[in-house]
Each structure stands twice: as C-alpha cells, then as structure tokens.
C-alpha cells in the first residue's frame, strides 16, 4: 500500500503542476450538450445507471455555459465498448464523457495483447469518481456451497458475469488464481441486473464484485430473506457497515500476494470513474473536474442520494489520475504476475 501511495502522491503533484499554466489564463468556451454514457444497462437497483443520471440531474449547474446534460446507456464488455467509444470516436470538446467500469483502466495493464482495450488509460482524462467501492462475493440460497470456506476448499461454483473486461470476470478468476476456487465464470451478461434475475431463475448461483452500496439498496429483500447471501468483502479495506464480513486481502500473507490484491483490488478506490479521451483540451478537462467536484457536494444531489441509499464518497479527477497512472509504474514483477494468473480470460 505504501508504494502505491507514493506513486499515487508524486503523480498528483505533476498533474497539479502541470494543470496550472494552461487554467490560470482565459476563460473555458461554453460546454453546449453533455451527454454523459454509462457503460451498462438501466438496473432496477442501484448500480452505474443510477449514479450517471444523478449526476446528470445536477452536472450542467456547474459548467460553463450550462449545459442540458443526458443521460445515455451504452452496455456491452463490461462497459469496455463504451470506453473504446470515448477513447477513439467521442468528440473531444467536453461533449461526450463516459462513466465506465473501474476496471477497464487496468485491462490493458494486466491483460496486455488479450485486453479488448484499444486505447492507453494513462493518456484518457479522468474527471473523478462518485465513490469508493466495497465489493461483496454474493451467493444465492438455493447454491450448492453455503460459506467462503466451502468456496476456498475448491466446491464448484458457477458465477454470472458482465463480460470478460468486467470486475465480476476479474474477481472470479482471483479466486481461481489465487486460492484455488473452481467458479465456473458465465459471461454475456449486460449487467448486475441481468445476472440477479439469471440467480433468481437458478441460471447461475452467485457475482462476485457486486458493490455492498448497491446491493443493500437495489437487492436489500434477498438479502433480508436470505435468498442472497454475502460471504466475503472485495477491496483494500472493509466497509464500516461489515466489520465482521472477511476481507479478501485478509486471506494473503505473502509480500507478492499483498501487492498482486493492491494492483487489482486498487480499482475500487476508482468506483463509479467518469472518463473523456484523450485531446480533450486541457481547460475543458478542468472546467469538468471542477464542476464533477461542486456537483458532489450539490444539495439536491446529496439529498437524492439520501433518499433512495445511494453511496457518494467522492473521489478528485486529479486523484483518479493519479491512481491510474500509479498502477502503471508499479514494479514489473507484480505486473507480470498478476497478468500470468488473470491470462486466462
């Protein structure tokens, strides 16, 4: 964690500095539309499509120009054709943004050549992120194992998942990698919704990655009635809410084993990360960061979220920056290892 952090600290000092000059003369033109897409289906629970259209209600207060900003769904790869999109054909005036899943900035970094990612994360302009994510390893009742210890003594599984590129695909297959679970992973999925309706009708038996934020609003009856359970907490550090919930980095003792859960589990600090392409001119990139950072402390924002449980524990493009490029100057050897036990995509 430690190294992570210095990298992390010594990259948000060069974007500051490097932000300044360009920022401190002129005024930004007008942003005219904004139209922010989110990289998975409209979900009845909470997930992306609910955080992009409440920040969509609020955004436009906050740019220059004010604009009307929408709210546009744009699923497939865990989001990851949505990030090509941004990366290689959204316009780069502050138009177009995209709210992508908090892996697809690591695909490449881990995956190299396999990853479907046709764009380089560290030259993308992250504008921030709406909230720190605790994952949970969810089964169903009626699954043939009923606690982590079954899981990790290798009982099999089978898990749905949105995509190869996706953190449900990911998280699967450390379990696999790292301590010998036998999840058999089921891909196509357009999302978290889609693949708690397949748990309901039996298809598979439990996700791995579904946000505790999300879960304990949009599945809060399963979880009430026990139809769905949570058997372990995903990230670098437990949720409050769950201080008795086993956390997967508890379940490491190596050094290269603490530092291969940092670089994938690093994701979750990232946890609803809001994305425009690289040549986005740097002012506009600014004028959006700030404005993301006003509209998280907006008070109809607060109060929605409020309302219906949405988490926001906001995080600053510069540091969204930051951690991406941290990750890619992480020690070759825990790079290389985390790419040889995830190869199998």
């Not at 764009?119 to 009626?142: C, P």
């Not at 003594?153 to 996706?166: D, F, I, M, Y």
């Not at 550090?237 to 008795?244: G, I, S, V, W, Y």
Request: hydrophobic share 40%; glycine share 12%.
């Amino acid at each position: 964690m430690r190294g992570i952090k210095s990298i992390i600290g010594v990259a948000i000092s060069a974007i500051f500095a490097a932000s300044l000059p360009e920022t401190a003369h002129g005024q930004t033109p007008p942003i005219s539309r904004l139209t922010i897409y989110i990289g998975y289906s409209a979900t009845s629970g909470i997930g992306y499509d609910t955080y992009g259209r409440v920040l969509a209600r609020v955004y436009g207060k906050y740019l220059p120009g004010s604009p009307v900003v929408t709210a546009s769904n744009r699923p497939g790869a865990g989001s990851m054709t949505l990030a090509n999109y941004v990366a290689n054909v959204a316009a780069k005036d502050g138009s177009e943004i995209g709210l992508v899943g908090r892996g697809v900035a690591m695909d490449r970094l881990i995956y190299g050549s396999a990853s479907p990612a046709k764009f380089d994360a560290t030259k993308q302009r992250w504008l921030g992120s709406m909230n720190n994510e605790v994952g949970g390893f969810y089964i169903s009742d009626t699954a043939p194992v009923k606690t982590l210890d079954e899981v990790l003594a290798g009982k099999p599984l089978t898990v749905g998942s949105a995509g190869a590129s996706s953190d449900l695909h990911a998280f699967a297959l450390v379990m696999n990698s790292i301590f010998g679970a036998k999840l058999k992973i089921i891909d196509g999925y357009p999302g978290t919704n889609e693949i708690l309706l397949a748990l309901e009708r039996g298809e598979v038996d439990g996700l791995i990655g579904y946000s505790w934020g999300a879960a304990k609003t949009g599945s809060a009856a399963m979880l009430q009635s026990g139809k769905l359970v949570n058997i372990l907490q995903l990230g670098l550090k437990k949720h409050p809410e769950l201080p008795n919930l086993t956390l997967i980095t508890d379940l490491v003792n190596t050094p290269d084993e603490k530092q291969f859960m940092e670089l994938v589990f690093a994701r979750q600090t990232m946890g609803r990360p809001l994305m425009a392409p690289e040549g986005t001119p740097s002012a506009i990139v600014q004028a959006l960061r700030d404005g993301f950072d006003k509209a998280m402390k907006d008070p109809e924002l607060i109060e929605t979220a409020k309302k219906i449980g949405l988490e926001v524990d906001s995080t600053t493009g510069a540091e969204v920056q930051a951690l991406v490029e941290g990750l890619h100057h992480l020690p070759t050897a825990v790079i290389e290892r985390a790419q040889k036990l995830l190869a199998k995509k």
